[in-house]
Each structure stands twice: as C-alpha cells, then as structure tokens.
C-alpha cells in the first residue's frame, strides 16, 4: 500500500524557518517524481515545488523561489521540504504527492496519484 | 504562469442531476496535460482524471473529462451523495503546475 506520511509542521514566527519531511512507502520511492502542494485555511490548492527522481529537476512557484528548498533522500524514501524566511502567507497545510505513473512505474501518465494526510505550518507572532 | 479559471464558482444541484465544470486556461496546455481532481472536507485531494479525459483507477465511470487547448470540463453523469465536494484542475503541461480556484458542488 502507498503510504506518504508528512511531518514536521508548526507555528513559527515571521522570518523563521522550518523543514519539512514526507516519508513514503509502498513503492519505489527512487523512481518517482515528487511534490509539494499547499492549501492556506479556506482555500484553494497550490503547487509549491517538484523534484525528479534523481533530484536532477527541480522547479518552485515564484511565491516561494528563493526562500523554500525541496530535497530528497532516495536511501531513506524521504523527501523534505526547507523552508525559511517565513512569512504569514506562507501558512497553510502542506500535502506531499506523488507524481502519476502507468503501473510499470516508467511512463508518466499526469496529475498527483497519492497525497500524504498533510502537514499544517502555522506562521504568526 | 498559465492561469485556470473555473466555473461556476459553486453549483448547486439535488442527487442524480448531470453537473458540468468548467476549466478555462489562459494560453493553450500542450498534449492535454490537464488533470482534475476532488476534494472533501478533511481530506487530501483525489485524482479524477488526468490528460484532459481519462479516468484515474478507481474512479467511476459516471466521472468523465473533456477538452483541449484552453477549454476543459468535467461532467458527472449523475450525481451521488458522496460526490458532493470540492473539484479543482490542475495543468501539468508547463511550470508552474497551477491549479484552478475550485468550484464546490453543493447539494441544493
């Protein structure tokens, strides 16, 4: 069974910093590409940043690009989240989520096949 | 950054009507690279449907996508007491992956 487990969230003050972590299991971790998505309270879902499979791609949204990191530990089917210089509008639960694949694993068929329960990051003095 | 506009922003419809959503894209998604997905209350988002039309696994069959280019709709054939939720579209076909802003089907 495909499992992504988010942790690592919290209230943090404005110009903070955070990192957070999404373990997965139930599948080869090493061969997919993986997300970040956010969703502030009320709101709707956004894409914050993707890392290929051997970390060789990564891409942010302009809204965090230069403050968050993604990373990714193919030995320990972990992939991380570091974000720093937080700001209030940063708040939101944070989803990790897998890239979807056929069922050989190879051939990218679109879209985010499995999130995690989702992590929420608290910005606020 | 390619914007997704959708609509109607909410839909209010009884169990067993036909909702139609919209997804309009501000400049045309290459290969249909567009995915829906739903969400409930609580609950991490589900894929729908991915490359404008075909169905994720699982998903029933009254669940169907159209469209190319910067026009998209999702239609459920006939509504069921559990797909009263949350939809958004996602493109995946450049980056920025945005999203839609949602439109929530609410029962009337």
């Known amino acids: 069974e495909v499992q992504l487990v988010e942790s690592g969230g919290g209230l943090v003050k404005p110009g903070g910093s955070l990192r957070l972590s999404c373990a997965a299991s139930g599948f080869t971790f090493s061969t997919y590409t993986m997300n970040w998505v956010r969703q502030a309270p009320g709101k709707g879902l956004e894409w914050v940043s993707s890392i290929s499979s051997s970390s060789s791609y990564i891409y942010y949204a302009d809204s965090v690009k230069g403050r968050f990191t993604i990373s990714r530990d193919n030995a320990k089917n972990s992939l991380y989240l570091q974000m720093n210089s937080l700001r209030a509008e940063d708040t939101a639960v944070y989803y990790c989520?897998?890239?979807?694949?056929?069922?050989?694993?190879?051939?990218?068929?679109?879209?985010?096949?499995?999130w995690g329960q989702g992590t929420l990051v608290t910005v606020s003095s | 950054e390619i914007v997704l506009t959708q609509s109607p922003g909410t839909l209010s419809l009884s169990p067993g009507e036909r909702a139609t959503l919209s997804c309009r894209a501000s400049?045309?998604?290459?290969?249909?690279?567009l995915a829906w997905y739903q969400q409930k209350p609580g609950q991490a988002p589900r894929l729908l449907i991915y490359?404008?039309?075909s169905r994720a696994t699982g998903i029933p069959d009254r669940f169907s996508g159209s469209g190319s280019g910067t026009d998209f709709t999702l239609t459920i054939s006939r509504l069921e007491p559990e797909d009263f939720a949350v939809y958004y579209c996602?493109?995946?076909?450049?980056?920025?992956?945005?999203f839609g802003q949602g439109t929530k089907v609410e029962i009337k």
């Open positions: 996602q493109q995946y076909g450049s980056s920025p992956r945005t």
């Open positions: 989520a897998r890239d979807h694949y056929d069922s050989s694993g190879y051939y990218y068929e679109g879209g985010l096949d499995y």
């Open positions: 490359g404008a039309s």
């Open positions: 400049q045309s998604i290459s290969s249909s690279y």
